[in-house]
């Protein structure tokens, strides 16, 4: 959830117009510190100074306890290129010191950046600054299992010691009231000679192994000490425990683009009496939503565009096996659309041949015919040396209800949103209580997790990672259960960039001319519970559920106004 390198998108529009000016490429980092070999694995590096956006200084300032606050300011301003600290990065995790603990470091900085552990709305520069979290070794040295979401043994747990007199008596009082639902640990005054005591956490003559016992509540107190920022926080994140942050006006860990309201709950000082309270009109499946969050392996591609690109159209790519007539009808209709590219059929019947060249209609760009050496529905995912625009326009050979107008629309909206699934089937996940299960729900509601691949636009990078880099056995068993390579495509993009997906147009059903309904609701049934089943597998192979649950849709501006057609960009979309 704290991805370090996420905080060089806050930093990249406060870079000075000269450096910018000069042609230096964004990203690039110059760093004094040349005998850490592990410096110039990073892509970010560079040993050209003339190259570089930013600089990082050798000078170590991380704890402000460790510091020399004149001689350090000094060591830093003799700095070749330090100009005043302009386009510098300096890393503070603990700042001030006593009696007042600042918090912001207290090293006459300048103009230069500050990734800072223990930002008040005071010290914090919004939109300059880059808030982080003050690393824990305890967490980090310890491997703790993943915990699913549900109920634990406490509902609130606090663990820090040396708190506040005040604090400390306040959580007392709580645990009186509410009995063993409330654990209050401490530092152990009783150990034996050997055992280390910063692993342990004791509760009168009850020793608990530390950060172990965090998994063990609901709810893990996380309040200010003599610094805002408390390593503690990573310790219950690490733990999968549901923060529950007392300090007020602390800038949480990159806030700026954290939704933290998703996973902790945040308490004014004066209402810490109110807490339990307050944290039982939670209800429980928001809870468990929150719990899920922690286990979110969230690595967004930083070369993923987050900009239209500049690279015009989109590749369609039609998986078929042998209905002719409605392949040759989804080819006509998707060559309407004024931003195709390139067509690329991917002829997935080993036993019978591709009609000939003459009968394939003719269209105004390229068509391209690939033949498989396996019928696998992975193919369609294949990372084709054919395509060679960014966008990719998945289509399934009978999708044949889709107008020109929603296709170039549906272009426009993923060239504004190219790291996401943008498409028209759209589909949920649900959390069946029940049966303790996730459950695939295809009912029209207003909520959306997924789009179907049948018809969706997606950068073509994705069909690498689907290829090459789909987490554990996933792929095989979408070829071997020939179905859900659609839902492992939403996984993946999900789980790569912690986005979710974006529904196009008004378009409900998705109906398949040349299906019989022989049969239709039995096989409807089959079919629910076996996408059920690929949600629950690929959840288990991910560690998470990383699809998000949205309630929007893109739809044209002009669409349901009642102005001339001719002033309306994309006038045929289809009705419900």
Known sequence: ??????????????????????????????????????????????DDVNRACLFVPSIDVLNQNTL????????????????????????????????????????????????????????????????????SPLSGEVDLPERGPGPRRFFILSSQMALHPEYRSELEALQAENGESVLILDKCTNLSEGIPAVRKRCHKNQVFD????????????????ARLGQAVLSDVLQAGCVPVIIADSYILPFSEVLDWKRASVVIPEEKMPEMYSILQSVPQRQIEEMQRQKWSSVSNPLFLPLIPPQSQGFTAIVLTY???????????????????????????????????????????VPLKVVRTAENKLSNRFFPYDEIETEAVLAIDDDIIMLTSDELQ????????????????????HLWDHEMNKWKYESEWTNEVSMVLTGAAFYHKYFNYLYTYKMPGDIKNWVDAHMNCEDIAMNFLVANVTGKSVIKVTPRKKFKCPECTAIDGLSLDQTHMVERSECINK??????????KVVEHRADPVLYKDDFPEKLKSFPNIGSL
């Open 409 to 428: 629309f549906g272009y426009e909206v993923w060239r504004e949103f190219p790291d996401r699934l943008v498409g028209y089937p759209g589909r949920l």
């Open 210 to 225: 530390y950060p172990q016992v965090l998994q063990e509540a609901t709810f893990c107190v996380v309040l200010r000490g």
């Open 538 to 547: 690929f959840a288990s192979v991910f560690g998470t559920m990383p699809l």
């Open 1 to 46: 959830m704290m991805c370090l390198w996420s905080s060089f998108l806050l930093i990249a529009p406060f870079l000075s117009e000269e450096t910018l000016a000069a042609g230096c490429t964004p990203a690039l980092m110059s760093i004094d510190v040349a005998s850490i070999p592990k410096t110039k694995l990073s892509e970010f590096y560079t």
């Open 322 to 364: 042998d209905r002719v007539e409605s392949l040759f009808r989804v080819i006509t209709e998707v060559s309407k659309v004024p931003s195709l590219s390139k067509l690329l059929v991917v002829w997935n019947n080993q036993n019978k041949n591709p009609p000939e060249d003459s009968l394939w209609p003719k269209i105004r």
């Open 68 to 135: 020399r606050i004149k001689e350090t300011a000094q060591a830093l301003a003799q700095l070749s290129r330090w100009d005043r600290g302009t386009n510098h990065l300096l890393f503070n995790m603990l700042p001030g010191g006593p009696p007042d603990y600042n918090t912001a470091l207290d090293v006459p900085r300048d103009r230069a950046l500050l990734a800072g552990g223990g930002f008040s709305t005071w010290t914090y520069r919004q939109g300059y600054d880059v808030s982080i979290p003050v690393y």
